[in-house]
């Protein structure tokens, strides 16, 4: 199943720097991009206004042609890559966690209008990190052009949904060729003597290093009083920070609770959220 990656665009200028990660992620994985345009009833309800019409809203004329363009451009900065277009009556948040289905990755914005509008510090981008059905990036912040150094940053506390994302940050930093930097966040308000951390760290980066050998991976404890907050200035100088859908310990609460969602609102780099895929059909 060649699934491919997904895109969520609107044509705002946040999303076609959405469009720019993706297409860079589709030809890493040597995938198919797909732009996703999902567009409401001019009320916002995907249903036509009158009861006794049949159907739904018709695509539009605009949405097609920027799709068009966004597509053409995309294809002549990158070289080999296949892209399909697309506009979906319904939802835009949705319409993705749909896509998510039969998709090697989501990426979605920081930020939307039209038919994604509130991207992200709305419902939009929060609705796909939560619920999306495989690896979600959240290109933040909204403006800043694809990340060209640095580090891949993943937060370990020792969970399931942490080891997934420390093997998701590995893939990602054998494709950009850098350092996969393991993070585990404590809270010197009940920190150990630091022996956990240091097990938990270890575990982690034999797992990253027996999968991916010659990999650099570096080990990094943080202990504060705000976990969150200091996992957030820790992506300053990443190229990307990889979240574990839930967590627990220094971690409680991913995906809807503190630490991954401060992440997806506020890290200073895009973020993926390790969903694992949905299973083929």
């Not at 998510?100 to 979605?108: D, H, K, T, Y």
């Not at 509008?117 to 933040?140: E, M």
Request: with cysteine.
């Amino acid at each position: 199943m060649n699934r491919p990656v997904v895109v969520g665009v609107d044509g705002s200028p946040p999303s076609l720097v959405a469009a720019e990660h993706a297409a860079q992620a589709a030809v890493w994985r040597s995938r198919p991009l797909h732009l996703v345009h999902g567009y409401l009833h001019p009320l916002g309800y995907g249903v036509p206004i009158n009861p006794y019409e049949v159907g739904l809203p018709a695509p539009t004329e605009d949405g097609r042609k920027m799709l068009e363009q966004t597509a053409a451009e995309l294809v002549d900065r990158w070289p080999g890559l296949t892209v399909e277009v697309r506009q979906v009556a319904g939802g835009p948040g949705a319409t993705l966690v749909e896509e998510s289905r039969r998709a090697e990755l989501v990426v979605v914005g920081s930020r939307g209008l039209g038919g994604f509008a509130g991207l992200l510090l709305g419902s939009v981008g929060t609705q796909v990190a939560a619920h999306g059905h495989c690896p979600v990036l959240v290109v933040r912040p909204p403006d800043r052009p694809l990340p060209t150094e640095g580090a891949v940053l993943v937060g370990v506390d020792g969970s399931e949904s942490a080891e997934l994302a420390v093997g998701y940050g590995a893939e990602e930093a054998v494709r950009r060729g850098g350092t996969l930097v393991l993070a585990h966040v404590a809270d010197e308000r009940h920190a150990d003597d630091g022996g956990e951390a240091a097990a938990l760290l270890a575990t982690a980066a034999a797992s990253a290093r027996g999968s991916h050998p010659g990999l650099t991976v570096e080990e990094r404890s943080i202990t504060s009083a705000k976990p969150d907050q200091a996992l957030i200035e820790a992506t300053s100088d990443a190229a990307l920070v990889v979240a574990g859908s839930r967590g627990r310990g220094g971690f409680a609460g991913l995906l809807l609770g503190s630490v991954s969602q401060a992440l997806v609102q506020h890290a200073r780099c895009p973020v993926l959220v390790a969903h694992p895929h949905e299973p083929a059909l």
